[in-house]
């Protein structure tokens, strides 16, 4: 099981709409996996040159929704928080980002409900296209 995390398949949409987003956003990606998971994983998928940041919370330690975690971004990418669209399918993942101060979008190809309790993201789109079309 922990293998398949070394060789993710993404969203069949996904390879064609970074390129997109690449073009007017420097992109990075946040996570909660290891530095080789992470590696391997966009190595596989091919996604790799898309990102100019791959973050990984071994640095703090801690794992998401830690602040200490998403504090990594402005750090890495020299960026105040405000200024991050924080991309994530994952709803608990949404919350702490959006706690945190990023603009989020939220990614719910299943139109799951948030928690009600939780901050509202900014932008709810149900894959990577709708995505590049929001953002124009």
Do not use: C
């Not at 990102?51 to 830690?66: L, M, N, T």
């Not at 402005?74 to 669209?85: A, G, S, T, V, Y």
């Not at 101060?101 to 939220?106: A, D, H, M």
């Not at 719910?108 to 409900?113: D, G, H, Q, S």
């Amino acid at each position: 099981m922990m293998e398949a995390w070394l060789q993710p398949k993404p969203y069949p949409e996904v390879a064609a709409a970074l390129p997109k987003l690449k073009e007017r956003y420097p992109l990075a990606v946040l996570s909660n996996g290891s530095p080789r998971m992470l590696r391997a994983g966009l190595e596989h998928s091919g996604l790799r040159p898309h990102f100019r940041w791959v973050i990984s919370v071994d640095a703090v330690r801690v794992y998401k929704p830690s602040p200490r975690v998403y504090q990594l971004a402005p750090k890495h990418m020299k960026l105040r928080k405000h200024d991050i669209l924080f991309v994530s399918s994952n709803s608990f993942d949404v919350i702490g980002a959006k706690a945190f101060g990023f603009q989020v979008s939220w990614i719910n190809r299943t139109r799951a409900p948030l928690d009600p309790l939780g901050p509202k993201p900014d932008l709810i789109v149900g894959n990577f296209d709708e995505l590049v079309t929001a953002l124009g």
